[in-house]
């Protein structure tokens, strides 16, 4: 998949991911460019680290200013450059063939915590999502506590970050995605939505703000997950992983 290109340090300093899964996961991506990485000699030793990568060894309590207060960063750190960007109509033309067209694309509507994005960024690699797609300035950025919770994931799965949502759920239209809102106050059940239909796309707001109006209204169906009446809802990560579980099993 074609990716862009960022150039200069990102606003913020560059990211540091933090705890095994997430910096062997980072070693293994060939579109990962890692600067620099600190690690107890025992977790470094038990490593195969490209032979130029920069290594600073470390006891556990120095690593602890690398990374935020009480992090589990389980002895190695990684200073990493941000993946470059991925175009919304490079994703669109990986699901184009008629073998991919089973799995579903995740559209995130204003879902700012970093722990959800990469919780769901985890279901997404384990239902074989083809990819998520945000709105650039109502995500996180890439960061230590998005890869720790995505443990792995977002080095595998395309996460695509657009300007305007709006547009972005028309061109996914245009692709022959079927578009389904998940919303608690829907009348149709996503098993019913998700009846007949090919491509998916999964529309995804926040907890507690859900989609916004103009995010609905560029959808074809908007559909509930089929809940007890005693919780009134879900965490939007544990929204997502039923969610694909549906579609992976329709």
Request: glycine share 8%; aromatic share 4%; net charge negative.
């Amino acid at each position: 998949m074609k990716r862009g290109h960022r150039t200069g340090k990102p606003k913020g300093g560059f990211p540091h991911l933090y705890g095994r899964h997430a910096v062997i996961a980072a070693l293994a991506n060939p579109n990962r460019v890692i600067r620099k990485i600190w690690g107890t000699r025992e977790v470094i030793n038990a490593l195969e680290l490209p032979p130029m990568l920069p290594i600073v060894y470390s006891d556990v309590a120095d690593m602890a200013r690398y990374v935020p207060h009480d992090a589990p960063h389980q002895g190695i750190v990684a200073e990493v450059e941000p993946l470059d960007d991925i175009w919304l109509g490079d994703l669109l033309e990986e699901g184009a063939p008629d073998e991919a067209a089973r799995r579903p694309i995740l559209v995130l509507d204003q879902v700012t915590d970093p722990h959800n994005v990469g919780a769901i960024l985890r279901s997404a690699a384990a239902f074989d999502a083809l990819g998520i797609v945000t709105q650039d300035r109502h995500a996180p950025p890439e960061s230590g506590v998005v890869a720790r919770a995505a443990a792995g994931a977002l080095e595998t799965v395309p996460w695509v970050r657009v300007v305007n949502l709006a547009r972005a759920l028309d061109e996914i239209a245009e692709a022959g995605y079927w578009r389904i809102a998940l919303d608690g106050e829907a009348t149709e059940t996503l098993g019913k939505a998700l009846d007949g239909a090919n491509r998916i796309a999964l529309v995804l707001g926040a907890e507690g703000e859900g989609l916004r109006l103009n995010s609905i209204n560029h959808c074809d169906m908007v559909a509930k997950l089929p809940m007890s009446p005693r919780m009134e809802s879900l965490n939007v990560s544990n929204a997502a992983a039923i969610a694909l579980y549906a579609c992976m099993t329709r």
